[in-house]
């Protein structure tokens, strides 16, 4: 089991940021590659980011292009997500999920891919 604990959420005005972070503990994280994903209400879930075993991949949904950074740190087993120029309709809970990958490179960027999820944190932008 891998147990993922989100935080970092919170309200913020629009033109904002805020860096979520995502913590990791039970198995060897650097055996996962890491992702985020968001669902706002009434909404799908959606693919934000992801990120390889190694850090050396990333990809990013539409809605974080430009805007949104993801970086690992495997030595502190957590995986954030720094949102940058932050829109009202970036409101929306946040996931942090992993994916068991045996690729150093490789990201997943759907959501069935994943094994494990957070519980996510909440996060705000005001108009």
């Known amino acids: 089991q891998v147990q993922l604990v989100e935080s970092g959420g919170g309200l913020v005005e629009a033109g904002g940021s805020l860096r979520l972070s995502c913590a990791a503990s039970?198995?060897?994280?650097?055996?996962?590659?890491m992702g985020w994903f968001r669902q706002a209400p009434g909404k799908e879930r959606e693919f934000v980011a992801a990120?390889?075993?190694?850090?050396?991949?990333?990809g990013d949904g539409d809605s974080a292009k430009g805007r949104f950074i993801i970086s690992r740190d495997n030595a502190k087993n957590t995986v954030y997500l720094r949102m940058n120029n932050l829109k009202p309709e970036d409101t929306a809970v946040y996931y942090c999920a992993a994916h068991f990958s045996t690729g150093w490179s490789s990201i997943a960027t759907r959501g069935p891919e994943y094994n494990y999820w957070g519980q996510g944190t909440q996060v705000t932008v005001s108009s």
């Open positions: 039970g198995r060897t994280f650097s055996n996962y590659a």
């Open positions: 990120i390889s075993r190694n850090g050396g991949s990333t």
